[in-house]
């Protein structure tokens, strides 16, 4: 049985921030997508993973998604992990490489924030 995922939302000076806490697994990947979709065409996204437990190739590609549909409007996404299972799973992905001019990955919030800021 998988662990609940919950999303809080919250947004600063024209940047959303999704905080996910659980598994992002294929049964709770969607929630994520709606999260997304519920934002108002984020053209800065901060997605905090550090409370997420696990992710499986599902809620990968709901982030690639995401990733991909901020790229279609030049948008940015910053990934916030500090967890080292994670951040492996993300880099062996070539996520962060295929999307590397709108996609990037930071330890904290407030260098996400510098991230989309410098943009």
Same mark, same amino acid.
């Given at each position: 049985?998988? /662990? ?7 947004? &600063?000076?024209? !940047? ?12 709770? *990947? ?6 997304? %979709? ?8 901060? /997605? ?6 696990? !992710?499986?190739?599902?809620?990968? $590609?709901? !982030?690639?998604? !995401?990733?991909? #549909? /901020?790229?279609?409007? %030049?948008? &940015?996404? &910053? ?5 080292? &299972? ?5 880099? *062996? ?10 996609? $990037? ?5 407030? #260098? *996400?924030?510098?991230?989309? %800021? *410098?943009?």
């Amino acid at each position: 049985m998988s /662990i609940d995922l919950s999303i809080q939302s919250s947004k &600063q000076n024209n !940047i959303d921030y999704l905080e996910l806490h659980g598994e992002l697994d294929d049964f709770h *990947a969607p929630k994520l997508t709606d999260a997304v %979709n519920a934002l108002d065409n984020p053209k800065k996204l901060i /997605i905090n993973l550090d409370h997420t437990t696990f !992710i499986d190739s599902v809620g990968l $590609g709901s !982030i690639a998604k !995401i990733g991909k #549909s /901020i790229q279609d409007i %030049n948008g &940015q996404l &910053q990934l916030i992990c500090n967890k080292p &299972q994670l951040i492996r799973l993300l880099s *062996a992905s070539g996520l962060i490489a295929a999307l590397h001019s709108n996609i $990037g990955m930071a330890e904290s919030i407030e #260098s *996400a924030t510098a991230n989309l %800021n *410098a943009l």
